[in-house]
């Protein structure tokens, strides 16, 4: 199975022009839809708005070279390793559903582009394409089943379908799924791998062609959104808040006398709080 490349089996019946026609059919549905998206919450517009106040209300010019350190920060930080994330299962759960996507989709372009009319593809290619898809599906589903908030937090029940807000993870994972189940299912034929086909072509156009009610865009405007808040922490304009200041400068404490009591070096004890329970409520 790993050693299969299914797209060059499909070749039988679909040309390859076909299914590369398909793949750019879906890159476009992902840019109309995020553009779209962009344009009716208007995020691009509130982006460009607050960073020029953020200019504004800045203490400091950041120069060239501490631009290019914050990017680099960003994108290890928010986009390589979802550092973002408190929870451990949650970042593992990410990043292997992020990965698995990226891996999955790359290597399935490649397949189409470069081997469905050849007869063996590299074996290291084939199994990436079906190690993509399972990641996809591990994180997926260990996201679904268990970390949801309304499952995890609320008791909802994990069948329990909310339209538009879970299109995005449903049509993820059945294409992953079904990918997997028509590719395993290759070596016997039949109409069964035929229905795991259809359905997989069916979850992916659902996946691409449905960027303007899901989560989708946003992956394309958090490194933009994470990169922003980083400059305005270096150059002063704190998000245009107030800034407090150093907490061990005595103008700061005077004006906020509880600081060295409670935020100092030997703060008292005032009990466990919110870690008294783990966290079960939303």
């Known amino acids: 199975m790993f050693q299969t490349n299914p797209f060059a089996e499909l070749s039988a019946y679909i040309s390859p022009e076909i299914m590369q026609g398909y793949v750019v059919l879906m890159f476009i549905f992902v840019i109309v839809g995020t553009v779209l998206d962009m344009m009716h919450k208007k995020s691009a517009e509130y982006f460009f708005e607050n960073a020029e106040k953020a200019k504004q209300n800045a203490i400091r010019t950041i120069s060239g070279g501490e631009k290019v350190s914050l990017a680099v920060a960003t994108v290890a930080n928010e986009v390589l390793t979802s550092g973002e994330f408190q929870s451990t299962r949650r970042r593992l759960s990410h990043l292997l559903t992020m990965y698995g996507f990226i891996i999955f989709v790359a290597t399935t372009a490649w397949l189409i582009f470069g081997y469905t009319s050849q007869a063996t593809a590299p074996t290291a290619l084939t199994s990436m394409w079906h190690i993509g898809a399972i990641m996809l599906c591990l994180g997926g589903y260990w996201f679904w089943f268990f970390i949801r908030v309304d499952v995890a ?33 290759l070596a016997s034929g039949g109409l069964l791998n035929m229905l795991f086909f259809v359905l997989f072509i069916v979850s992916s ?48 404490q005077s004006r906020y006398p509880d600081i060295p009591e409670y935020m100092g070096t030997n703060p008292p004890y005032m009990g466990q709080g919110i870690k008294r329970e783990a966290p079960s409520h939303y």
């Open 153 to 185: 937090s609320e008791g909802v029940k994990w069948y329990n379908f909310n339209g538009r807000g879970d299109i995005f993870i449903v049509s993820l994972l059945t294409t992953g799924t079904f990918a997997l189940l028509w590719s395993g299912t």
């Open 205 to 252: 156009t659902t996946l691409f062609s449905t960027v303007f009610w899901s989560k989708f865009a946003h992956m394309f405007f958090k490194p933009a959104a994470a990169y922003q808040k980083r400059t305005t922490k270096a150059d002063g304009s704190f998000e245009n808040l107030p800034e407090v200041g150093d907490l061990s400068d005595p103008a700061v």
